[in-house]
């Protein structure tokens, strides 16, 4: 599923809205908002919104239930899978939200890559020529694993590009889908929320 650039804002916004720390903030009286039309189409995302980030919040603290599937995928162990803290990361070469996120997990990949308790895994719905191109062109430090897209959907819950999921012992720690608005915004995601909040 291809976010479009009007869910990622919405996406943005309420994320802003839900992580904004009134303390830091001085109380201000704002003008009460106009009235406005809302059209179908924004109920529709907004619903879609809503839903995803209620089943998401709902899916945290429970195993996550794709560990076979992710190491079927992956080549990589299940019983490593569960056993380190995993860092995933679905993203795709043509989403914008995407790669306003690549300095943050390029970022984290360093951090992480002599970790013998984490596991940085990039998987993209991509085909390997793409997946390879994207990694020239981007310099990354990692490559992405090709993965079909309904199976990407399947890992990522269906929650679009890019989702990030960390998994703590094949438990559910957190899921942030739809990116940010700004490199600076989604670096200082990866290093404070999730470098510094899994550690």
């Given amino acids: 599923m291809i976010v479009s650039l009007k869910s990622v804002l919405l996406v943005v916004l309420i994320f802003m809205m839900a992580h904004c720390d009134s303390t830091t903030v001085p109380e201000k009286k704002l003008p009460l908002p106009l009235k406005t039309k809302v059209s179908a189409s924004d109920s529709v995302v907004q619903s879609e919104i809503k839903k995803h980030l209620k089943k998401s919040t709902a899916l945290i603290g429970t195993r996550y239930p794709f560990l076979g599937l992710l190491s079927q995928e992956t080549g990589i162990a299940s019983d490593i899978l569960s056993q380190r803290v995993v860092i995933l990361n679905f993203s795709f ?3 914008r939200p995407c790669i306003l996120e690549l300095d943050g997990l390029k970022l ?8 013998k308790n984490a596991l940085f895994i990039s998987i993209t719905p991509d085909d390997s020529s793409t997946s390879n191109e994207f990694v020239k062109q981007y310099n ?22 890019p989702t990030n999921i960390i998994l703590k012992a094949g438990t559910i720690k957190k899921i942030h889908s739809g990116g940010f608005a700004t490199k600076q915004q989604s670096s200082d995601f990866f290093n404070e929320r999730i470098y510094h909040g899994n550690r």
């Fill in 140 to 161: 990354l430090p990692y490559t992405p694993i090709p993965v079909k897209r309904v199976i990407c959907s399947k890992l990522n819950f269906e929650n679009g590009y």
């Fill in 93 to 95: 070469s043509s989403c």
């Fill in 108 to 115: 984290l990949y360093e951090k992480l890559k002599d970790n």
